[in-house]
């Protein structure tokens, strides 16, 4: 069954960075994109970009531009979103959720648990 | 960039009732457009992919409809495990995969 689990919450400064993991099970990791979506508190969900887990390669939001980079290790199947220079308005869960493209028509079908991020001084 | 807007923000509906919610996108986006359900504290869950398609495992009576820019997203009888919130989400635009504010259901 396809599993996506990330790390755990963590605790940031204004002005340091965040790196939260997200290791797929149960599929062909290089086979779907693997996309990144926060959710401040009480707030909606807003699309971060997503990574080609079999070229690497990326798209940010333009919001997120120069601040957010997306990786992968194929070797152990586990995407990564790092977020710089955090302010306290990056206080959010942060999802990853695989993408399912059929047609041209993207749909997320899987999501992992969520990892909260708090930006406190 | 495509943004998309939701109606009523919020509703208050009775167990058995008919809820529809309406999801706009500011320019056309074909049948581009995808329906999630999240409960608190919980990840969200597709319901609706490509404006109509029920995903595998979803209860039939949701069901999702519109074209171009308008769409609808339809509880038939609505359940005590579908009080959550819903949004919409735009698949069009790769530059950025818009979600709609979302439109919480309650109990009345």
């Known amino acids: 069954q396809v599993q996506l689990v990330q790390s755990g919450a963590e605790v940031k400064k204004p002005g340091a960075s965040v790196k939260v993991s997200c290791k797929a099970s149960?599929?062909?990791?290089?086979?779907?994109?693997m996309h990144w979506v926060r959710q401040a508190p009480g707030q909606g969900l807003e699309w971060m970009g997503r990574i080609n887990p079999n070229s690497g390669g990326t798209n940010y939001a333009q919001k997120f531009q120069g601040r957010v980079t997306m990786t992968r290790d194929t070797s152990i199947s586990t995407a990564y979103m790092e977020l710089s220079r955090l302010r306290s308005d990056d206080t959010a869960v942060y999802y990853c959720a695989r993408a399912v493209v059929v047609v041209a028509a993207t749909r997320f079908d899987y999501w992992g648990q969520g990892t909260l991020v708090t930006v406190s001084s | 960039d495509i943004q998309m807007t939701q109606s009523p923000s919020s509703l208050s509906a009775s167990v058995g009732d008919r809820v529809t919610i309406t999801c706009r996108a500011s320019?056309?986006?074909?049948?581009?457009l995808n329906w999630y359900q999240q409960k608190p504290g919980k990840a969200p869950k597709l319901l609706i992919y490509a404006a109509s398609s029920l995903q595998s495992g979803v209860p039939s009576r949701f069901s999702g409809s519109g074209s171009g820019t308008d769409f609808t997203l339809t509880i038939s009888s609505l359940q005590p495990e579908d009080f959550a919130t819903y949004y919409c989400q735009q698949s069009y635009s790769t530059l950025g995969f818009t979600f709609g504010p979302g439109t919480k259901v309650d109990i009345k």
């Open positions: 149960g599929y062909t990791f290089t086979g779907y994109y």
């Open positions: 320019q056309s986006i074909s049948s581009y």
